[in-house]
């Protein structure tokens, strides 16, 4: 039987499509997983949101974004913006992003998820790690190899702590609650083998742990605001951020407002992934395009619901890093 790229019977398989909410369809063309196999991912996105092919938009006037199909946190944030701060400009970026969603191919999707696959791989029975507690030099190497992050890192990435795309990431798995420690190697946790046995539910638990793992308040905050920027294609200047945060009330404990250097530190988490699946970087991931994958991304980050049945799981508590 012909498959797609996820090992799914193509007759069964649903087009990748980044929100939720849809209107219902025709009981033959839904899949399980509740999309429309007979719409393109633009048309699910549209169907979802409330627009249609004749132009029938998302005003940028008088929307209230409590009222569209956002995660209520990143609804809320907005709304604080334009209500504390009387800015639009996160909204109308959100807004043209939803009206006009890019989206890429689930081969494309797939892809990007490479290293997230051959590391849950690896740890299904155990990553041997080093007496010092880090990947060994062999894994470091392969994992470079697949980290666009690490394509031009320096030296020869073969050592863990001397390769910091390899060390954000293996943080990252397991602040992500894939990974977890036990008696010298990497293992998987419950959350971990649903991802290795499914592509598409892991892409979904990244999009929902991306804001779920935000250091804090103020980091949930900034990291909203550049997803909805990465959705638009393009990047938010730092200042940028650190503006709108101050604008909404966070300051440093001595009263003195966010700074742009504070801003790399709050959005790490955000850096963690787009650095783990965007094209091959070096630099400032700031100063980069943003990817079509990165772009499919943060358009379906902003839109998940809070809880979803299809991420249910039993491994709630978050694990030693």
């Known amino acids: 039987m012909e498959t797609d790229a996820f090992g799914r019977p193509l007759s069964q398989d649903p087009r990748f499509s980044n929100s939720t909410g849809r209107r219902p369809a025709p009981e033959n063309t839904i899949g399980a997983d509740g999309f429309d196999s007979t719409l393109t991912p633009e048309a699910n996105i549209r169907v979802a949101i409330g627009v249609d092919e004749d132009g029938g938009f998302l005003r940028l006037g008088d929307t209230d974004p409590l009222k569209l199909p956002l995660r209520t946190t990143v609804a809320t944030t907005i709304r604080d913006l334009m209500e504390h701060g009387g800015d639009r400009t996160v909204l109308d970026t959100l807004i043209r992003a939803m009206n006009q969603p890019v989206l890429a191919e689930d081969d494309a999707i797939l892809a990007a998820l490479a290293p997230y696959r051959w590391i849950?791989?690896?740890?299904?029975?155990?990553?041997?790690?080093?007496?010092?507690?880090?990947?060994?030099?062999?894994?470091?190497?392969?994992?470079?190899?697949?980290?666009?992050?690490?394509?031009?890192?320096?030296?020869?990435?073969?050592?863990?702590?001397?390769?910091?795309?390899?060390?954000?990431?293996?943080?990252?798995?397991?602040?992500?609650?894939?990974?977890?420690?036990?008696?010298?190697?990497?293992?998987?946790?419950?959350?971990?083998?649903?991802?290795?046995?499914?592509?598409?539910?892991?892409?979904?638990?990244?999009?929902?742990?991306?804001?779920?793992?935000?250091?804090?308040?103020?980091?949930?905050?900034?990291?909203?605001?550049?997803?909805?920027?990465?959705?638009?294609?393009?990047?938010?200047?730092?200042?940028?951020?650190?503006?709108?945060?101050?604008?909404?009330?966070?300051?440093?404990?001595?009263?003195?407002?966010?700074d742009e250097w504070s801003v790399l530190r709050l959005t790490d988490p955000y850096a963690a992934v787009m650095t783990s699946l965007g094209e091959e970087s070096w630099g400032f991931l700031r100063d980069k395009q943003v990817s079509l994958v990165e772009r499919t991304f943060a358009l379906n980050a902003i839109t998940l619901p809070e809880t979803a049945d299809f991420l249910a799981g039993e491994d709630s508590q978050p694990s030693s890093r």
């Open 120 to 258: 849950l791989e690896r740890a299904r029975d155990g990553l041997p790690l080093t007496t010092a507690g880090y990947l060994k030099p062999a894994d470091v190497t392969t994992l470079a190899d697949l980290l666009p992050a690490a394509k031009q890192w320096f030296g020869k990435k073969n050592r863990e702590d001397h390769t910091r795309p390899v060390a954000e990431f293996r943080q990252m798995m397991m602040r992500f609650r894939l990974l977890r420690k036990y008696k010298g190697t990497l293992r998987l946790t419950a959350h971990g083998k649903r991802a290795l046995a499914d592509p598409q539910w892991l892409w979904h638990w990244l999009g929902l742990q991306v804001l779920d793992a935000a250091l804090s308040g103020a980091g949930r905050d900034a990291i909203i605001i550049d997803l909805v920027f990465t959705a638009a294609g393009r990047r938010a200047k730092r200042d940028f951020v650190a503006g709108m945060l101050t604008m909404i009330g966070w300051r440093f404990t001595d009263g003195s407002p966010i």
